[in-house]
């Protein structure tokens, strides 16, 4: 096992920087003995590993495979650790979650700096990804949890608490379009508008709207970038066009105003805090889940939907 674990530490490494002599330098170790590691493993096995270029090396086919079982064999012993040091007393442990663009600020960073003053031992790594890669990575056991919109189809996720969310138009505060509290998708007609492109969610809602009430918006921008939108709102270029979870934020702040459509033809999107249903969490992993799970209902407004219980998809 020590021979074995030090080879995928060699061969993660030279995998992931492409070059023997960058990962002796990033492990402080010979470059010799990196190369001698990996070339015993490929002649027991009967295969390269790399691709031996002039430019560096390059994984093969059954390099990419060993890289593939080199990082579960990581998260699983890191698991096991967490474990053992469990049994001990030790609140201990590294916990991977995968989370949409619009919860970077708000609930989950608040939720993470309370759980650092109660349990200083458990490290916390947050990936920002697009809706699809969240639910792949909770489904594949790449992170210990996620959150992201429309769980209800995948039956290898469970559901832990769920929201719905709102689509609506974003104004700067004092535009006379943020007095009222819900439109119909049409008032916007005649506005400059700002628009969410693909991959975000609400992309879809918003071609959703535009097919069945055959109105054309006067897009003066696109953005994939949620932060990007809301500061073109806030600089005047348009209504934007958003849900109630992307500008939470900046509308308790003062700094922008929500107006949710009306139109029939629309529903709630649902936002859920899920995990992988082939695998429980870790005991840090668990202690993380429960923290933002407890926060999660503040992320229904404007249109409270209680959060809460466990539902398998599907």
């Not at 021979?3 to 010979?30: C, H, P, Q």
Request: hydrophobic content about 45%; glycine content about 8%; charged content about 20%.
């Amino acid at each position: 096992m020590p021979a074995f674990s030090r080879f995928l530490r060699y061969f993660l490494a030279v995998g992931r920087l492409g070059s023997i002599r960058k990962a002796a330098d990033e492990l402080n170790v010979s470059a010799s003995a990196i190369d001698r590691q990996i070339l015993n493993v490929e002649a027991e096995i009967g295969m390269p590993l790399f691709e031996r270029l002039p430019t560096g090396l390059r994984l093969t086919a059954a390099g990419e495979i060993m890289m593939a079982a080199g990082g579960r064999w990581q998260k699983s012993l890191a698991e096991v650790r967490a474990q053992i040091e469990d049994l001990r007393g030790l609140k201990r442990g590294h916990v991977e979650i995968a989370v949409i663009d619009a919860l970077a600020k708000g609930v989950i960073p608040a939720a993470i700096h309370s759980l650092q003053s109660r349990y200083p031992g458990i490290t916390i790594e947050v990936k920002v990804a697009t809706n699809d890669q969240v639910r792949r990575m909770i489904a594949s056991g790449e992170v210990d949890f996620g959150v992201f919109f429309g769980p209800e189809s995948y039956r290898d996720i469970t559901v832990r608490a769920f929201v719905d969310v709102h689509l609506g138009f974003i104004t700067p505060v004092g535009h006379p379009f943020g007095e009222q509290t819900e439109a119909r998708f049409s008032a916007c007609v005649g506005s400059p508008v700002v628009v969410p492109s693909s991959p975000l969610a609400v992309h879809q809602q918003i071609a959703v709207l535009e097919g069945t009430t055959r109105i054309t918006l006067d897009r003066k921008a696109t953005s994939n970038n949620i932060q990007m939108i809301t500061s073109l709102v806030m600089e005047g270029v348009g209504i934007g066009i958003l849900t109630s979870l992307d500008v939470v934020t900046e509308v308790r702040a003062g700094l922008l105003s929500f107006t949710r459509i009306s139109d029939p033809v629309l529903r709630p999107m649902t936002l859920a805090l899920c995990t992988a249903s082939a695998r429980p969490p870790s005991y840090a992993a668990d202690i993380v889940l429960g923290e933002i799970q407890s926060a999660f209902g503040e992320l229904a407004w404007p249109s409270p939907v209680p959060a809460g219980g466990s539902r398998n998809s599907g």
